[in-house]
T-cell receptor
């Protein structure tokens, strides 16, 4: 079983639609959670951190459910420029060598006019 | 200038050749990582290092080696390149503060083709 699992998509939705992605993680000791965005042939870039209380950044809302080991990303009023691959990222921090950053394989989103 | 710089950005090499990919960072982070990305497989960890004296294998370290020459530099070597090492390679860094809500910062990637 992968440590971080995402639906690969692709999600193909019309401009203006609301779309949601989910991600599950297997290590209950995971401490930090993020959504990254990756455009084709570019490096991943941080979209937003995910906090236990949930957080919102403009049209983007992230939720964390530690009990179910589940993270979500909601995009409202989607734009053509939102087309990208969205990576769920989980980290274990600390000084031990067990600490690491784990990426999901990504969910591809395509927004059509 | 980018905080995490990878060189070269693109490279075509022949099977059996030795090649080194270099990464340097100005973030002051202790932790550095090498990933490869293949279509449909996402980012897979090759090696990671938490300081100059600490090197750890990731999930796909076979056929690769690394060197942490300094806090700011982490290089990846393919001792004898083979075609299935054709991929997009990313270097990344992160903070080492325990409990910190740390994010990873990526270089722009190196597109490697082994023919």
């Amino acid at each position: 079983r992968k440590e971080v699992e995402q639906d690969p998509g692709p999600f193909n939705v019309p401009e203006g639609a609301t779309v949601a992605f989910n991600c599950t993680y297997s290590n209950s000791a995971s401490q930090s959670f993020f959504w990254y965005r990756q455009d084709c042939r570019k490096e991943p870039k941080l979209l937003m951190s995910v906090y236990s209380s949930g957080n919102e950044d403009g049209r983007f809302t992230a939720q964390l459910n530690r009990a179910s080991q589940y993270i979500s990303l909601l995009i409202r009023d989607s734009k053509l420029s939102d087309s990208a691959t969205y990576l769920c990222v989980v980290t274990l921090t600390g000084y031990s060598s067990a600490s690491k950053i784990i990426f999901g394989s990504g969910t591809r989103l395509s927004i059509r006019p | 200038d980018a905080d995490v710089t990878q060189t070269p950005r693109n490279r075509i090499t022949k099977t059996g050749k030795r090649i080194m990919l270099e990464c340097s960072q100005t973030k002051g982070h202790d932790r550095m990582y090498w990933y490869r990305q293949d279509p449909g497989l996402g980012l897979r960890l090759i090696y990671y290092s938490f300081d100059v004296k600490d090197i750890n294998k990731g999930e796909i370290s076979d056929g690769y080696s690394v060197s942490r020459q300094a806090q700011a530099k982490f290089s990846l070597s393919l001792e004898s390149a083979i075609p299935n090492q054709t991929a997009l390679y990313f270097c990344a860094t992160s903070s080492n503060r325990p409990g910190a809500h740390t994010e990873a910062f990526f270089g722009q990637g190196t597109r490697l083709t082994v023919v």
